[in-house]
């Protein structure tokens, strides 16, 4: 049981490039998230999902895109990466049913630096 | 919209000595509340969290957090500090019985040092 993982852990981008931020959950769990952390200012959420075929925007989705077509899987992608977009990506699972609760588990993030 | 405030981004105790990460939540409905732990390039950890019930939470690695309604507080408290216990802390809320389920909010985080 692998948990949560994200690939890469490092990435560097110059401006105006794309890419794709890999996450990956093998609890079977309905909800994914994907949150930014900026020094100072905490996590943020970024967009979500509560199952397959089904996303939602957080509060700063801007310049970021998500699908989801598998239980297991939720990509981030950068459309056009801007110096603001430096940040650590966290991306975080949950078993739907207990959201109430809302235990979420992270994944080890990515450091992304944008030129 | 809800929001967590923690107070000191930077809290340095002496090994053995008192632990308070302080946390304060906006809500207009009870929240339920959660203290993460993040250590040094890894993720977010699930330290304890309050629902309902019993307002005295207990976690793990001896921490516990006090959910207090008319301070609108839910401080993070351990009675002895050890080494390994320096990592930065995070306070997050999420709305229950709103839209929000699964959504938190969180604080802006607390970094803990322990010195010997």
């Known amino acids: 049981n692998a948990g949560v993982t994200q690939t890469p852990k490092f990435q560097v981008l110059k401006t105006g490039q794309s890419m794709t931020l890999q996450c990956a959950q093998d609890m079977n769990h309905e909800y994914m998230s994907w949150y930014r952390q900026d020094p100072g200012m905490g996590l943020r959420l970024i967009h979500y999902?509560?199952?397959?075929?089904?996303?939602d925007q957080g509060e700063v989705p801007n310049g970021y895109n998500v699908s989801r077509s598998t239980t297991e899987d939720f990509p981030l992608r950068l459309l056009s990466a801007a110096p603001s977009q430096t940040s650590v990506y966290f991306c975080?699972?949950?078993?739907?049913?207990?959201?109430?609760?809302?235990?979420?588990?992270f994944g080890p993030g990515t450091r992304l630096t944008v030129l | 919209a809800q929001s967590v405030t923690q107070l000191g981004s930077h809290v340095s105790v002496s090994e053995g000595a008192l632990v308070l990460l302080r946390c304060n939540y906006s809500?207009?409905?009870?929240?339920?509340l959660f203290w993460y732990v993040q250590y040094p390039n890894q993720g977010l950890q699930l330290l304890l969290k309050?629902?309902?019930?019993?307002?005295l939470v207990k976690g793990i690695n001896g921490f516990e957090a006090e959910f207090k309604k008319s301070e609108t507080s839910f401080h993070l408290t351990k009675p002895s500090a050890h080494m390994s216990d320096a990592a930065e802390y995070f306070c997050a809320s999420n709305n229950a019985g709103g839209t929000s389920y699964g959504k938190l909010t969180f604080g802006q985080g607390t970094i803990l040092t322990v010195h010997p």
């Open positions: 999902s509560v199952g397959a075929g089904i996303t």
């Open positions: 975080a699972s949950s078993y739907a049913p207990r959201l109430l609760d809302n235990e979420q588990f």
């Open positions: 809500s207009s409905v009870p929240p339920y």
């Open positions: 309050y629902t309902t019930g019993a307002t």
